[in-house]
């Protein structure tokens, strides 16, 4: 398999707890998105990395949000003392560093998406 | 900064007619533009992309888009729709600056065929 997976797919967990989420990027894809899918809503921008670095926060991604890619590879998407507006699709994408202009350039390789329940 | 408008939340359309799913933008700068596709339970596709160059694009399944700069538009159109194209469709903006890296996405149009 050589897209984008997401782990686990769905979650649902009472208000309060802490939840985490993984992404693993196509291989060798050195950048990596995470976007939040509310209904009704197309996906908004949280964070991205390149390799190990997070370079960009959306000002979405509160206290409550960590993200890290600790060896450039998966990452890991923690949202700590959930809330049930924290309810929603939470995306993965990555894409090669490409060249500007060039025909791969910022074209993003989505995953699955891990469905979070507040309950 | 870079954001999307799709006016058309629903689109009924009957099978074998054409469609249009229209898109606008708004930016500053120049852009790079994406049409992404959702099919029930699936993930987002990208569909289509402008990057620069000729300002129709086309997928390989019929679907084309133009890019028009003085009206900020990339609608998305089809001559003859099937069944197997009921999906949500989303447009979506990167403005082209160095280091630039997100996209923006619109609220998505949700394209349904009528036999």
């Known amino acids: 398999d050589t897209g984008v997976s997401q782990d686990p797919r769905h979650k649902i967990t009472k208000r309060g707890q802490n939840v985490t989420f993984r992404c693993d990027p196509i291989s060798e894809h050195n950048r990596l998105y995470w976007y939040r899918q509310t209904l009704g809503q197309g996906p908004e921008f949280l964070t991205y990395?390149?390799?190990?670095?997070?370079?960009?926060k959306s000002r979405l991604l509160s206290d409550r949000f960590s993200a890290e890619r600790p060896k450039g590879s998966f990452s890991t998407l923690e949202i700590q003392r959930t809330e049930q507006g924290d309810s929603a699709m939470y995306l993965c994408a990555s894409r090669d560093k490409g060249l500007a202009g060039g025909s791969s350039y910022n074209e993003q390789f989505f995953g699955p998406g891990t469905r979070l329940t507040v309950l | 900064a870079q954001s999307v408008t799709q006016l058309d939340s629903q689109v009924p359309v009957f099978e074998e007619a054409p469609v249009e799913l229209r898109c606008n933008y708004s930016s500053s700068v120049s852009v790079y533009l994406f049409w992404y596709v959702q099919y029930p339970n699936q993930g987002l596709q990208l569909l289509l992309k402008?990057?620069?160059?000729?300002?129709l694009v086309e997928s390989i399944n019929g679907f084309e888009a133009e890019f028009n700069k003085s009206q900020t538009s990339f609608h998305l159109r089809k001559p003859s729709v099937h069944i197997s194209d009921t999906a949500e469709y989303f447009c979506a903006v990167s403005e082209s600056w160095f280091g630039n890296e997100k996209l923006t996405f619109g609220t998505g149009t949700r394209l349904t065929i009528i036999p």
């Open positions: 990395f390149q390799n190990e670095a997070q370079l960009e």
């Open positions: 402008y990057l620069s160059g000729s300002t």
